[in-house]
């Protein structure tokens, strides 16, 4: 069965810093990956997706994600966080024909003036 | 506006209570399904459907139903609600579910059960 893991229920960085949000999977065969934001009071909105060829993908509001297959791993990026980045932020995995999408336990974002 | 709808956003009830909560989109996708979100566990699958008059049980389906009588509707139905359903409901709906097919998200309903 497919799972993801991400391991930090919370972060808080400075407006400005650099941000990593860690993403984990577990999958059988080559997964297809998302990462999604929600913020308060909103659902979720897509941030970027991989399923196949260059594993740094880049998505919207200047986050990237890389695909590391060695480690399972498909974290987010941002050089530089905007206080308006501060959200929850929850990666995905999906199977090739599945019907389901599963989500990981989300990380709350903080970002600090 | 593209855009899935969900109704109502905030609901209270009590227990045993029988309670619909509406989702309809105007993109006419296959693919509608309803998670439910609480603390610490993320998003965890209800039921889904494929297409109309298609539906299937998700992780935690146990004391819900949904209809898919039409393509943009899909119902969450809850006929006898208890405590533990009280959590913060999303519909999402994509084009096909086939697995990198993004899906569309509605704004939520927190249902509170006392």
């Known amino acids: 069965a497919q799972s993801v893991t991400q391991p930090d229920i919370h972060i808080t960085v400075s407006e400005g810093a650099s941000l990593e949000l860690r993403c984990n999977y577990s999958y059988g065969a080559t997964p297809y990956l998302f990462w999604y934001v929600q913020s308060p009071g909103q659902g979720l909105q897509l941030l970027l997706k991989?399923?196949?060829?260059?594993?740094l993908v880049q998505g919207i509001k200047g986050f990237e994600a890389e695909f590391k297959r060695s480690q399972s791993s498909f974290n987010l990026r941002k050089p530089s966080v905007h206080w308006s980045d501060a959200a929850e932020y929850f990666c995905a995995v999906g199977a090739g024909t599945a019907s389901k999408l599963t989500f990981g336990t989300g990380t709350r974002l903080q970002v600090t003036l | 506006e593209a855009q899935v709808t969900q109704n109502p956003r905030y609901l209270i009830t009590v227990t045993g209570k029988k309670l619909t909560v509406t989702c309809s989109q105007n993109m006419n996708h296959e693919y509608m399904s309803w998670y439910r979100q609480d603390p610490g566990l993320g998003l965890r699958q209800i039921y889904y459907s494929m297409n109309v008059e298609v539906t299937d049980k998700g992780d935690v389906p146990e004391g819900y139903k949904v209809s898919r009588k039409e393509k943009r509707n899909f119902p969450l139905i809850l006929e006898s609600p208890s405590p533990n359903q009280t959590s913060l409901y999303f519909c999402a709906s994509a084009p096909i579910q086939d697995g990198n097919s993004p899906l569309h998200f509605g704004n939520g309903t927190r249902l509170t059960v006392t």
């Open positions: 991989y399923f196949s060829g260059d594993t």
